[in-house]
């Protein structure tokens, strides 16, 4: 093991504190290439396929990638914005506000960063320019609500290895799950309000959550448990009866099974069931990206419409909503205890006098030598 060469630690510095907001990630552009970049990066990750490398390395770059990337450009392209992809557009929108909300609350020198589990930003390059800065507290906040392994746990891993090679390591805290978060259930209560204020109630909501293969419940992953307390205190929030609502699984991957029911063919089954009006929403993704805005709401819209279902409405994440943006601030403010952004500056003062009368001390070691 090397270590990266550094600057000489700052007797006396006080240091910032920062927040990284971590998300997936998704493809540069909505081309074959961009996406196969992507998608071999994704893939190729322990936590999100667990089958033997070998085997899976000849199914990835023989079967999957030279097929999918294609088919997946082309649904990147139907969602893709002037600004770029959805998912980076909206985590760095929630990145700023977040910022906003927590110099509002007090918390002033705190820099609030995005990184991208796969892709870019990536986290080591956003890891590597916050420890440019100065930053000596780095609080890391995924934008997954619910904890999995194939998620969550792949973002501990690659901050672990990343500082694998840094000799001075920050303050690390992480956030590992808000799936009960009073401030997001909350958050997400006003979505489905606001949205029946102006539409009207269906005679269903749908929440579908993404999936993750069924085995990974069975080996210990808490994320199925985790999905269905949010829908239980979200359905409690809204005064729903079980009949009122369905909780379901989507974006089914590969030919093993998945977490059950899973959305599409629930759908189509509610509407056969002469169901005339669903509304869906997705409580596992903040950010609208290509799983809510095409899968969602283009695909199984479609498969709800020609089975006969009359009304279908998609009410879109959370996204930079102000409840929502207020909920990400509670969140970190509880992470970040103790911290010195949080300090009233007489506070802060004494600190750096403290930390500057160490200064002294040891420059009056060094002489003693
Ligand atoms: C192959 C296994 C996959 C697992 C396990 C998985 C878990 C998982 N994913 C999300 C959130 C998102 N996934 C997104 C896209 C996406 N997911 C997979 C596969 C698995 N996901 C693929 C192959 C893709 C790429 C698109 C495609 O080709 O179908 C996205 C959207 C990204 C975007 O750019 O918009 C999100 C978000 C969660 C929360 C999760 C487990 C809990
Ligand atoms: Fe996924
Ligand atoms: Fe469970």
Redesign the pocket.
């Known amino acids: 093991m090397t270590f990266q060469k550094e600057p000489p630690h700052k007797h006396g510095s006080v240091g910032r504190s920062a927040i990284v907001l971590v998300?997936?990630?998704?493809?540069d552009a909505p081309t074959r290439s961009s996406v196969r970049r992507y998608?071999k990066e994704?893939?190729s990750d322990p936590r999100?396929?667990e089958i033997p490398r070998a085997v899976w390395w000849f199914i990835l770059n023989l079967i999957i990638l030279p097929f999918?990337s294609g088919q997946?450009a082309k649904k990147?392209a139907s969602i893709w914005t002037r600004e770029g992809?959805?998912?980076r557009t909206h985590t760095a929108a929630q990145a700023q506000y977040l910022r906003g909300a927590l110099g509002e609350r007090g918390h002033q020198d705190l820099t609030v960063a995005m990184a991208m589990r796969y892709g870019s930003p990536s986290l080591p390059d956003v890891l590597s320019k916050l420890k440019a800065d100065g930053a000596e507290r780095i609080l890391l906040l995924p934008a997954?609500p619910?904890y999995?392994g194939?998620?969550t746990g792949s973002i501990y891993d690659a901050v672990f290895q990343h500082y694998g090679s840094v000799r001075n390591i920050p303050e690390l805290r992480f956030v590992r799950n808000y799936h009960d978060h009073d401030g997001y259930i909350r958050a997400l209560q006003h979505s489905v309000l606001n949205h029946w204020e102006q539409h009207g109630r269906p005679e269903k909501l749908v929440m579908s959550f993404?999936g993750?293969?069924k085995r990974t419940l069975l080996l210990g992953d808490p994320?199925h448990c985790e999905c269905l307390k949010t829908a239980r205190l979200l359905a409690t929030a809204l005064k729903l009866t079980p009949d009122q609502y369905v909780v379901t699984f989507q974006?089914r991957?590969?030919k093993a099974e998945w977490l059950q029911p899973y959305t599409a063919p629930t759908v189509a089954q509610l509407a056969r069931d002469g169901v005339r009006r669903i509304d869906v929403i997705c409580p596992?993704?903040i950010a609208d990206?290509?799983?809510t805005l095409e899968e969602i709401s283009m695909e199984v819209r479609h498969d709800f419409e020609q089975n006969g279902g009359k009304e279908f409405h998609y009410i879109p994440c959370l996204n930079e909503s102000p409840s929502w943006i207020a909920a990400l601030a509670e969140i970190a403010e509880q992470h970040i205890i103790g911290w010195p952004t949080q300090m009233p500056p007489s506070q802060r003062e004494q600190l750096k006098q403290e930390a500057e009368a160490g200064r002294a001390a040891a420059l009056q070691l060094g002489a003693q030598d």
Do not use: A, I
């Open positions: 998300n997936l990630g998704t493809p998608l994704f893939l999100v396929v999918r997946s990147y992809s959805p998912l997954y619910q999995s194939t998620t993404h993750v293969p994320y974006s991957f590969g596992g993704f990206c290509l799983e």
